[in-house]
């Protein structure tokens, strides 16, 4: 069955430190992976996807198809990337643009 | 700029009422989405529809029905609401009908059913 797994329900790291938020994902097709996000009081966007290869505020994700993991990484982080972040899955077998999405992982970055 | 709007922000029904919740797309986009945002199993789809009057479910949809009369709006419906109901409601959308492609999301609806 399609799953994506976020082991940790909450990341807790100082300003500058690097940062690493798990994702591993169930999918027997060629998946295409997302990352999205939600700031306090803000609506749930996209973050990066795998397949634009973008390094965006300072994130990126290979994904390893090896592994089945779409990690998502920072070098420093910062306090504003205090935030909820999902990882997301598509494919062509789940059809029509469904994403399945893992619980969430909070991201607390602290001065 | 893409713009997925939602009735309410906030709604308190009771236990047995039939609920409405509404979602509005200015972009023409072709699919739309319900789904329920709950801590520690993050989001979860109930419904979806990928054309006007077209709809397929998804992980969970039980206790709930859709309907989309135009493109552009997507409306969620409890027959009958119970408090395992009470929850965090998103409404999204996305372009393309047969690709991966990016969802928007409007700024969900927290529904209590007391």
């Known amino acids: 069955a399609q799953r994506v797994t976020q082991p940790e329900k909450l990341l807790s790291v100082f300003k500058g430190a690097p940062v690493e938020l798990k994702c591993n994902y169930s999918?027997?097709?060629?998946?295409?992976l997302f990352w999205y996000v939600q700031y306090s009081r803000q609506r749930l966007q996209l973050l990066l996807r795998h397949i634009s290869r973008e390094s965006i505020k300072g994130f990126t994700a290979d994904l390893n198809k090896g592994e089945t993991s779409f990690h998502l990484k920072k070098p420093f982080a910062q306090e504003e990337d205090s935030a909820m972040y999902y990882c997301?899955?598509?494919?062509?077998?789940?059809?029509?643009?469904?994403?399945?999405f893992g619980a969430g992982t909070r991201l607390a970055v602290h001065p | 700029d893409v713009k997925v709007t939602q009735s309410s922000r906030y709604l308190v029904k009771r236990t047995g009422e039939k609920v409405f919740l509404e979602c509005v797309q200015d972009?023409?986009?072709?699919?739309m989405f319900w789904y329920r945002q709950d801590p520690g199993l993050g989001l979860r789809l109930i419904y979806f529809?990928?054309?006007?009057?077209?709809?397929e479910k998804g992980d969970i949809p039980e206790g709930y029905s859709v309907s989309r009369e135009k493109k552009e709006r997507f409306s969620l419906i409890l027959e009958s609401a119970s408090t395992n109901q009470t929850s965090m409601y998103l409404c999204?959308?996305?372009?393309?009908?047969?690709?991966?492609?990016?969802?928007?999301f409007g700024p969900g609806t927290r529904l209590t059913v007391l």
């Open positions: 972009m023409d986009h072709e699919n």
């Open positions: 999918y027997s097709g060629s998946p295409e």
């Open positions: 997301a899955l598509s494919g062509l077998g789940l059809g029509y643009n469904k994403l399945i």
């Open positions: 529809s990928y054309d006007v009057k077209m709809k």
């Open positions: 999204a959308s996305s372009l393309l009908r047969l690709a991966a492609d990016t969802q928007y």
